[in-house]
C-alpha cells in the first residue's frame, strides 16, 4: 500500500489550490476586527430594512407539476369552456330551503355581487344554472364556485382580498369559503404566524443549547450572531426572489431553520476548534489561522456539499421545490461567508476572554484530561466489536425505515391546514352535505370532437366511459349516462359542454378515492372519438408523482456524483465518500419510514401534536427532506473525518485515531444536531401539516444520523475496514495530489492540511509505512 504527501518547502512559491487566499482573507479579517464588525453590522442593518415586507410578497402552490397532461387540459377548458377545477367555492347555508322566494334572491345577488368583483372571471351558483349538484341532500344549503383571473399565485392573492367581502352574514345566508385559492391565502396568512413564533421560540432556544455545550455566554453567542447575520441575509434574499420568481410562504420559515441551524453549526465548529487552539498555549492570531485552515476549510467543503444538494432539486418541475432551492442555496451561502469572514473578526476582537464565565470549564478539563467521555467510551466499544455494534446500528434503522416500504403520496391539498381553519372547515363540510365531490371530479376534453357533428360517437364514447366499474356518474352534452346507459336528456346546463371543434365530459368516480388515480389510467387507455386528455385533481396528483419520479434519478446522480467527487478531494481516499453516501441513505431511510409512520398511518399523533391523518406523504416534502437532510449526514460526515485523518496523520494508529476523533468532534456533532433540532422545533410544532412534516422529518434524520450513524455505525466501519480508509489507487492519488496539491495521504507525518505547523516543516521525515512515531513527552500539547 502506498501512501503519498508532498512535504512543504518554505522556499517554494505559495501553492495555488485555494489554501493561500484563504489564509489571506482569515489573516485581513483578524487583522482589521473592529473594521470587518461594523461593515458586518451596518451591512446586517440594510438587509434587515430590505428584508422589511418580504413575507408579504411571498405566495403558495407550485405544489403541481407544470406542462402535464392534467395541467394541459385545465388551461384548454378554461378558455375554450370557461370551466376547470373552480378557484373558489362559497358554501351557502340558509335559514329556509334555497328555493324559498327569499332566499332565492339573496343567492342570485350574491352571485352577482361575486361576478362584479375585480379578478372574477366566472360565477356559477346553483341559483343562476339549476344544477343539482350545487343542492345539498338537505335542501337548504348550496353552492356558488368562482373562477379568478390569472395564475394560481394571483389567484390566492386575489382570494385574499375577495373572501372577506363575500362571506359572512347576508340577510337569510350564512356565506364561508373554500378552494384552491383561499386554501393558498390562508396557508400563506398562517405561514407568517408560524414564522413569528419560530423566531421568538427557535433562536432562544438555539442559545440555550449552545450555553449548555459551551458553558460561556460569550462563546455561545458567537455562533449565534453568525445565525443572525444569516437569517437576515436570508429575508433580503427572498426580498430580491419575489421580484424574479414565484416564492413559497413557506420558504421563509424553511430557509430561516435551515440557514440558522447551519450557520450556528457552522460557527460551533470554528469556535470548538478555536477554543483548542488556544488551549495549547498558541497565541490568539495564531490560533485563528490554524482554526481557518482546519475548521475553516471543512466549513467551505461543508456549505459547497450542500448547495450542491440543494441544487438538485432545481431539476423537478414543482415551483415549490425550486423557489426553496434557490432560497435554500442563498442562505447556505451566506453562512458560510460570514463564517469566514465575520466569526474571525469575533474571535480577534474576543480572544481568550471567549471562555470567561465558563462554569463547565472543570468539568469538561478532567473529561479532556481522562478522556472518559461519553463519546469516548461509545466509540470504543464500536471499535472493540464493530460487528456486533455496526448489526444492531443497522437493525435499529432498518426498523425505522420499514414502514416505508407501504408509503403513498399524495398532492397538498387543504388538509394540510388545522382543520378549525375554514378552507379546511369548510370542504370537510362540502364534502358531508353534498353529491358533487369537486375536489374529485375528472374532465375529459376531446379537442377534435364536435359535439354537434359527431353526435353518435360522442354518445358512444360516453356510455362506455360511464360503463367503467369506477365511474359513478357521466354529464355531456348529450346529457347523463349511468352503467352503460343514459339517465338524463340534454339541459340548458349541457351547453357548458359545447364548443365549436371540442367538447368534454365531467366524470364522477364512484369507488374509494385510492382508485381514482387508476381512474385516470383507464380513461386515458380508453379508445375515443379522437384525441383526449384527463383533467382533474386526481390527474393532477397522478402526472405531478410521475414528473418527480422522472427527475428523481437524474437528481439522485447529481447529489451522490457531486458529494463523491467533493469527498474524494477533502480526503483523498475512495472509501470514505462511498461509506458518507451509504451512512446517508441508512439515516435517511430511517427517517423517511418514521415519517410514513406518523404522517401517512396516523400513529404517535398525540406526541406530534393534532394534525389530519390523509393516508398519504405530499409527493415534495420527503424530496425536500432528502436533499436538506443528506447534506448534513456529509456535512457531520466532514466534521468527524476531518479530525480523525487528522489523529491518524499524527498517531498511524487507525483504531485511535477513529476513537480520539469521535471523542473530540461527538459531542460537537451531537450539539450542532441539537441546535439544528432546536431550531426545527417551531416547525415541528406547527399547526401547518406541511412544515410540522418538514421539521419532525429533518430533525430526527439529522439527530439519528448525528447519534447512531456516527456515534455507532461509522466507528464500527471504519474499524472493520481499517487502513483501506485511506487507500486510492494510484492513478487517482496522482490525480488528487494534482487537484490538491500539498494535501498528505499517509500517516506519521504530523502536519495540518498540508500546513507547517507546531509539528510540520521542511524538515520533517517521511515515516515509512507502518512505522508509529515515538509517543510524545509527557505534558506535551497535543490536539
Avoid at 372 to 399: K, N, Q, Y
Avoid at 465 to 482: D, I, N, Q, T, W
Avoid at 572 to 598: D, H, Q, W
Wanted: hydrophobic content about 50%; overall charge positive.
Amino acid at each position: 500500500m502506498r501512501w503519498r504527501r508532498s512535504v512543504p518547502d518554505p522556499k517554494a512559491p505559495a501553492r495555488k489550490d485555494g489554501t493561500e487566499g484563504r489564509g489571506a482573507t482569515t489573516r485581513w479579517a483578524a487583522r482589521r476586527p473592529w473594521w470587518v464588525l461594523a461593515t458586518a453590522l451596518g451591512l446586517g442593518a440594510l438587509l434587515a430594512l430590505a428584508a422589511a415586507g418580504s413575507p408579504a410578497r411571498l405566495s403558495n402552490g407550485g405544489y403541481i407539476a407544470g406542462g402535464t397532461e392534467a395541467t394541459r387540459a385545465e388551461s384548454v377548458l378554461k378558455e375554450r369552456f370557461d370551466a376547470g377545477i373552480p378557484d373558489l367555492v362559497l358554501h351557502v347555508r340558509a335559514d329556509a330551503p334555497v328555493t324559498d322566494p327569499a332566499v332565492d334572491r339573496a343567492g342570485r345577488e350574491l352571485a352577482r355581487r361575486a361576478a362584479e368583483q375585480p379578478g372574477v372571471r366566472r360565477v356559477l351558483s346553483y341559483w343562476t344554472v339549476g344544477d343539482s349538484r350545487l343542492l345539498s341532500r338537505d335542501g337548504r344549503a348550496a353552492l356558488v364556485t368562482v373562477d379568478l383571473r390569472g395564475g394560481e399565485h394571483v389567484a390566492a392573492r386575489r382570494a385574499a382580498a375577495l373572501v372577506p367581502r363575500l362571506t359572512g352574514r347576508h340577510g337569510p345566508l350564512q356565506v364561508t369559503a373554500t378552494g384552491p385559492a383561499w386554501v393558498m391565502a390562508q396557508a400563506t396568512e398562517l405561514s407568517g404566524q408560524e414564522l413569528l413564533r419560530a423566531e421568538l421560540i427557535g433562536a432562544p432556544l438555539a442559545v440555550l443549547v449552545l450555553l449548555f455545550a459551551f458553558g460561556s455566554l460569550t462563546a455561545a453567542l458567537l455562533p449565534a450572531a453568525v445565525g443572525g447575520l444569516a437569517v437576515a441575509g436570508t429575508f433580503a434574499v427572498l426580498r430580491l426572489l419575489t421580484a424574479v420568481m414565484p416564492v413559497s410562504a413557506f420558504a421563509s420559515n424553511i430557509t430561516t431553520a435551515l440557514g440558522f441551524g447551519l450557520a450556528v453549526d457552522y460557527g460551533l465548529f470554528v469556535v470548538t476548534r478555536f477554543r483548542e487552539e488556544t488551549a495549547t498555549g498558541s497565541g490568539t492570531a495564531e490560533a485563528i489561522a490554524r482554526t481557518m485552515r482546519t475548521a475553516g476549510r471543512t466549513v467551505l467543503y461543508s456549505a459547497a456539499t450542500v448547495v450542491v444538494c440543494l441544487s438538485a432539486l432545481l431539476l423537478f418541475p414543482l415551483g415549490f421545490l425550486r423557489s426553496l432551492a434557490v432560497a435554500g442555496m442563498s442562505v447556505v451561502v451566506l453562512a458560510a461567508a460570514t463564517t469566514a469572514l465575520v466569526l474571525p473578526a469575533l474571535l480577534a476582537v474576543i480572544g481568550t476572554r471567549i471562555d470567561r464565565g465558563d462554569a463547565f470549564a472543570p468539568l469538561r478539563r478532567a473529561r479532556r484530561d481522562g478522556d472518559v467521555s461519553l463519546w469516548h467510551r461509545a466509540a470504543r466499544v464500536a471499535t472493540g466489536r464493530p460487528v456486533l455494534a455496526g448489526g444492531c446500528a443497522v437493525l435499529f434503522l432498518a426498523t425505522l425505515a420499514f414502514p416505508f416500504a407501504h408509503v403513498h403520496f399524495g398532492v397538498t391539498d387543504e388538509r394540510v391546514l388545522p382543520a378549525r381553519v375554514e378552507s379546511h372547515a369548510v370542504a370537510t363540510r362540502i364534502e358531508r352535505e353534498f353529491d358533487l365531490p369537486w375536489n374529485r371530479t375528472l374532465a375529459v376534453l376531446l379537442t377534435g370532437t364536435d359535439a354537434v357533428d359527431q353526435q353518435e360517437r360522442l354518445d358512444a364514447y360516453a356510455r362506455r366511459v360511464s360503463a367503467l366499474p369506477a365511474v359513478r356518474k357521466v354529464s355531456a352534452a348529450g346529457g347523463v349516462y349511468e352503467k352503460g346507459r343514459r339517465t338524463a336528456g340534454p339541459t340548458v346546463g349541457s351547453l357548458l359542454y359545447i364548443t365549436r371543434g371540442a367538447t368534454w365530459l365531467s366524470v364522477i368516480g364512484g369507488g374509494p378515492p385510492s382508485l381514482d388515480e387508476r381512474l385516470v389510467e383507464e380513461l386515458r387507455a380508453l379508445p375515443s372519438p379522437g384525441p383526449h386528455l384527463v383533467a382533474g385533481r386526481p390527474a393532477r396528483v397522478l402526472d405531478t408523482k410521475n414528473a418527480v419520479l422522472g427527475a428523481l434519478p437524474g437528481a439522485a446522480a447529481i447529489v451522490v456524483g457531486s458529494v463523491l467527487l467533493l469527498l474524494f478531494l477533502f480526503t483523498g481516499s475512495l472509501l470514505i465518500p462511498f461509506k458518507a453516501v451509504l451512512m446517508g441513505a441508512l439515516s435517511l431511510s430511517a427517517s423517511f419510514g418514521a415519517m410514513v409512520y406518523v404522517f401517512q398511518d396516523g400513529h404517535l399523533r398525540d406526541l406530534f401534536g393534532h394534525f389530519t391523518v390523509t393516508g398519504e406523504l405530499d409527493t415534495a416534502m420527503p424530496v425536500l427532506i432528502f436533499g436538506a437532510a443528506f447534506a448534513l449526514s456529509v456535512d457531520y460526515e466532514l466534521f468527524l473525518i476531518s479530525r480523525i485523518q487528522e489523529e491518524y496523520r499524527i498517531s498511524g494508529d487507525h483504531r485511535a485515531a477513529v476513537v480520539t476523533g469521535i471523542a473530540r468532534t461527538g459531542r460537537m456533532v451531537t450539539a450542532a444536531a441539537a441546535i439544528l433540532a432546536a431550531a426545527l422545533f417551531p416547525l415541528a410544532a406547527s399547526g401547518i401539516t406541511l412544515l410540522k412534516l418538514f421539521g419532525c422529518g429533518l430533525a430526527l434524520a439529522v439527530l439519528v444520523d448525528a447519534t447512531v450513524v456516527r456515534g455507532v455505525l461509522v466507528p464500527a466501519f471504519m474499524r472493520l475496514t481499517g487502513e483501506a480508509n485511506w487507500w486510492a489507487p494510484r492513478p487517482l492519488a496522482v490525480l488528487h495530489e494534482r487537484l490538491v496539491p500539498g494535501r498528505w495521504h499517509r500517516p506519521g507525518t504530523q502536519g495540518t492540511e498540508g500546513v507547517p505547523g507546531p509539528r510540520d516543516t521542511a524538515t520533517t521525515p517521511v515515516t515509512p509505512p507502518g512505522h508509529r512515531p515515538a509517543p510524545l513527552p509527557p505534558g506535551s500539547p497535543r490536539r
